[in-house]
């Protein structure tokens, strides 16, 4: 098979690259490589990758339609897409909104025109986010609750770019497939996120900040569970009928919500250090807790999560001294 893979520079887009160039499928991988957090990280993940065999690079914004168009072109045998470049963030969104529509509306408009087009392409997977479900307080989050009120504007963009793949679905016969991300984490991932931050911080001897004064909990998903779960929807496009659209949507987490402290007491015990707890309130935006419905793909694919955060978090922390020469 050939596959695009946006947002390949990312966390996740660079794993799941990775894993499919060692099935030996052809990866086409496009990314800005933007500076919303270290580039380095980002070209050190690219890096990884460069010798692969069947493996290309683009750099290109997705959010300039002509410019992704000339690439993609280029590669009519194309015949599945896995869109993972967005403008990530909870927080962020409340600081630098224009990132959001330009990369998560208008990029992911892009990606859909693009795939309509393509002749051979026979299933687009696209990341959503667990954000969706904004403040419902159901446990664990299901793919049929209501989530039509979202809590930030990254929520609401997510949201947005599940009804406009629906649409394109329906008009068009895009198989498509939203997976529905819950708090991924591992090797090689994001320094705006929580772990990341606390594994720096309490080396470097300050103080953390934990909102809500530490009563939250989060669906902690592995990265390798994560790509497994990625690449077995892949292989399993929805097929639709003369009255539904061929389009669905998946949770894709650990089906856990871990306590936030416990996930600060893995991290000191991984670094052997104790961590100076600055309790905070809610932050805008955020949600108390995060618990995924995963039926539905393991129904599909047979999806379980194998990694617990007992074992996940020292292998990230283990990374993480690695790469910060810690």
Not at 212 to 232: E, K, L, P, Q
Not at 264 to 279: S, T, Y
Not at 285 to 303: H, Y
Request: aromatic share 10%; proline share 5%.
């Amino acid at each position: 098979m050939t596959i695009l893979v946006t947002g390949v520079a990312g966390f996740i887009g660079y794993h799941v690259a990775e894993a499919l160039l060692d099935r030996g499928e052809e990866v086409i991988g496009v990314d800005i490589v933007n500076d919303y957090y270290d580039v380095k990280l980002k070209e050190a993940r690219l890096d990884r990758l460069v010798n692969k065999s069947k493996y290309s690079f683009h750099k290109v914004d997705i959010a300039c339609h002509k410019a992704t168009a000339e690439v993609v072109s280029k590669y009519e045998r194309i015949d599945r897409i896995i869109h993972l470049a967005a403008q990530a963030g909870v927080r962020y969104s409340l600081i630098n909104p224009d990132a959001y529509l330009r990369s998560n509306l208008m990029g992911h408009a892009t990606i859909l025109e693009i795939a309509r087009h393509l002749p051979k392409c026979r299933h687009m997977v696209y990341a959503s986010s667990s954000s969706v479900y904004g403040m419902n307080t159901k446990l664990p989050f299901s793919v049929n609750d209501r989530t039509d009120a979202p809590s930030s504007l990254y929520a609401a963009t997510k949201k947005a770019d599940e009804l406009m793949s629906y649409c394109y679905s329906h008009l068009y016969g895009l198989p498509q497939t939203g997976l529905r991300f819950f708090t991924v984490y591992g090797p090689w991932g994001r320094p705006d996120m929580a772990m990341y931050i606390f594994c720096k911080k309490i080396s470097a001897g300050e103080p953390i900040p934990v909102f809500n004064n530490g009563d939250m909990a989060r669906d902690f998903t592995y990265i390798d569970d994560i790509v497994r779960g990625v690449i077995a929807t892949l292989y399993n496009p929805p097929s639709g009928s003369h009255d539904t659209a061929p389009h669905r949507l998946l949770n894709i987490g650990n089906h856990k919500a871990e306590p936030l402290m416990r996930m600060i007491e893995l991290i000191e015990i991984a670094l052997g250090k104790k961590a100076d707890i600055d309790f905070k309130s809610m932050q805008p935006g955020d949600i108390k807790e995060s618990f995924a419905d995963i039926d539905s793909i393991f129904d599909l694919t047979g999806f379980k999560p194998e990694t617990t955060i007992e074992v996940g978090i020292p292998k990230f922390v283990d990374w993480f001294k690695e790469y910060e020469g810690i």
